[in-house]
């Protein structure tokens, strides 16, 4: 069957879905689901890893999303995303609190993420609409090509700082500044850490035979 296609810009989507065009969010969410799934995945821990799929956690953020929609404010292609990714990191502490917190409260109860996006092929979903055009880094050519699959998997087998940088890099978009002050580094130490976190993500991934030499 055929991959249904994501047709408009973002911005366009977006207009759409505050005209009260719900299949509008659907898209836009699929947009940008591959890199959701990856940056839950970079952020639960191994123990929450243990306790509950990344899915549970996504259908979660897909709801409370859609439902705060009014509140989004579009800026550029990018600023839905980022925008996401605040609702990512405190639903991420919301299942942390009750697995391993004893929280009052249990995350609601979740309405299937196919449901939600009638009956849309998430797992087909490719990342190259959310990768933005110019030079391209190892992590931007596998996204394109490959998925998060095969991403997530190398990103694993980085040191931790690695990890970070590519993650707040090149994953969530923010600025070398933006990434300075949650990693306690100036700007240029932050270029400097991104540079050789996407050498080594190369070198992993050529281990993996992805890239050729040729």
Request: aromatic letters at 12%; glycine letters at 6%.
């Amino acid at each position: 069957m055929a991959k249904k296609k994501d047709h408009g810009t973002t911005q366009q989507l977006v207009l759409r879905i505050q005209d009260g065009d719900s299949e509008a969010f659907d898209l836009l969410f699929q947009r940008y689901y591959p890199r959701i799934k990856l940056l839950v995945r970079m952020q639960m821990l191994d123990k929450l890893k243990a306790q509950v799929e990344a899915d549970d956690i996504i259908q979660e953020i897909y709801i409370e999303v859609y439902k705060n929609f009014h509140k989004f404010e579009y800026s550029d292609p990018d600023s839905f995303f980022k925008w996401v990714t605040t609702v990512i990191g405190w639903k991420i502490k919301d299942f942390d609190k009750y697995f391993f917190k004893t929280a009052k409260r249990q995350p609601h109860e979740t309405v299937s993420l196919h449901q939600q996006a009638k009956g849309s092929d998430t797992q087909g979903f490719e990342l190259g609409d959310a990768v933005p055009s110019g030079q391209e880094t190892p992590s931007q050519i596998v996204m394109q090509k490959e998925g998060y699959q095969l991403l997530n998997q190398a990103m694993e087998r980085l040191p931790e700082n690695f990890r970070k940088v590519i993650t707040f890099r090149q994953i969530m978009k923010l600025s070398a500044a933006e990434t300075g002050e949650r990693m306690g580094m100036n700007s240029n130490a932050v270029n400097v850490l991104f540079h050789r976190a996407q050498r080594k993500l190369h070198s992993i991934l050529k281990g993996m035979a992805w890239f050729s030499d040729g």
